[in-house]
């Protein structure tokens, strides 16, 4: 049987000397091992393990039900948010009713560029949107995740380098594999004829494209929020609202 990753998690009730020795001599005994284990949120700790035999993770959960120090949450092949989880000691925060939307703090640039780095080595098509005030970090945060990926960045549209609005790019540019930075309000709101068709073509493409503020991407353009694959969206603060009319305006005016 192939070798599989799992993500287990727990909550620890009475966390006794010994508890965890005790977990990973179980473990030991069963040869499962593990890759990487690190407190998540409080009284909860996550482990990343590696197995060779589905039967033997299948007796592990049936055996630690038997604990009263603990009460296993999760034991599951590891998604993207159980490894974050793992790596960084906290959940991502996750909308609860709309599951692809994500949120970040600017005090958690450093989950969100680990987080964009790991969707961005995934191949194919995928469209990611990205809300936030301005000088909040966006633009940053994708060049961030694209070095981590190890992929190059390519802006179609932007204010970060003043005004980018391309209407054309050479085939190196034009290369799948890169990760392209949109600005949803340049793009429609100051978009010319040719900077929508490049715009268009690229949207087609088996490629990873990042969309600054989404929303007004959607409202200015054809495309819709079914054509997002994740909706990320990034605060200075957790209670701060993101309003797009305290700055389209200076967009018109600035470009």
């Known amino acids: 049987m192939e070798t599989k990753q799992w993500y287990m998690e727990y909550k620890i009730h009475k966390n006794r000397p010994g508890l965890l020795g005790d977990i990973a001599s179980m473990l030991g005994m069963l040869e499962v091992n593990i890759l990487t ?3 998540v949120e409080g009284k909860t700790r996550g482990m ?14 049936e055996m630690l039900s038997k604990v009263n120090s603990i009460t296993v949450s999760a034991l599951r092949q590891p998604k993207l948010v159980d490894i974050l989880a793992v790596r960084h000691g906290r959940y991502i925060d996750r909308d609860s009713d709309d599951r692809k939307t994500f949120r970040f703090t600017r005090d958690e ?5 680990d987080f ?12 990611i949107g990205l809300r936030g005030m301005p000088r909040v970090g966006k633009t940053e945060s994708i060049i961030a995740g694209s070095v981590c990926a190890m992929k190059r960045w390519t802006f179609v549209s932007s204010t970060l380098l ?5 209407s054309q790019m050479s085939e190196d540019e034009l290369n799948p594999n890169n990760v392209f930075i949109i600005d949803g309000i ?5 978009s010319s004829e040719r900077h929508y068709n490049l715009l268009q073509d690229i949207m087609t493409m088996p490629s990873t494209k990042v969309i600054e503020h ?42």
């Open 37 to 39: 284990i690190n407190g």
């Open 48 to 61: 990343l393990l590696e197995s060779d035999d589905d039967e033997k993770i299948r007796l592990l959960g």
């Open 109 to 113: 640039l450093g989950l969100l560029v």
């Open 116 to 127: 964009l780095g790991e969707v961005f080595k995934r191949e194919g098509n995928q469209v």
């Open 162 to 166: 003043r005004q980018t609005i391309r």
């Open 186 to 190: 340049v793009s429609t709101i100051r």
């Open 214 to 255: 989404p929303d007004i991407f959607v409202q200015e353009s054809e495309y819709d929020y079914n054509d997002f694959d994740i909706i990320i969206e990034l605060r200075n603060n957790p209670n701060e609202e993101i309003i797009y009319d305290t700055f389209t305006a200076s967009y018109t005016d600035e470009l």
